[in-house]
């Protein structure tokens, strides 16, 4: 009977390895910014919008923390999915649709997209 359940505790692990591998395992950091362009005043209004509201879960250079690593995420969402995350939120991430204006959020995206990821091969 002891045999057994702990036999069952390591079927158990085995799968929770598994499940916490499931995640996304591809490597965004690396791919950079998107093609997009945003002015300069946009992305220094984003990156003042990020150290206000967003450094703190993602790091100061969006390599991530409490919430997960940003950079070259343009390249895993469209515009508008990744506009509706910050928007909405998502699991523990909070939305900013409420404390945001709408040019804030362009702005913080332009920096999330662009911004954060420029000078990346340096
Ligand atoms: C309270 C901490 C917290 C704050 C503040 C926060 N986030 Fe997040 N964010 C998270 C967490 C946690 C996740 C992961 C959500 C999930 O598991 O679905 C996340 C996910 C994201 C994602 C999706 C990343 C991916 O790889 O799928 C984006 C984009 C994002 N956050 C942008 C922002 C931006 C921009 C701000 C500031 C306006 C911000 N976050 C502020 C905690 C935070």
Known sequence: ?????????????????????CGDRTDWSTRGPT???????????????????????HGVDGSGAFGPDLRGKGH????????????RGRRSMPGFGASLTE???DAVLAHVRVG????FDE
């Not at 009977?1 to 591998?21: A, D, E, P, S, W």
């Open 76 to 87: 895993k969402y469209t515009y508008e999915e990744h506009r509706k995350i910050i928007e």
């Open 35 to 57: 093609a997009e362009t945003f002015s300069v005043q946009v992305l220094l209004r984003g990156a003042a919008v990020y150290g206000d509201s967003c450094a703190t879960c």
């Open 103 to 105: 040019e804030e959020i």
């Open 1 to 21: 009977m002891k045999r057994r359940t702990f036999h069952q505790f390591f079927v158990g692990l085995t799968l929770l390895g598994l499940c916490v591998g």
């Open 116 to 119: 954060i990821s420029e000078g």
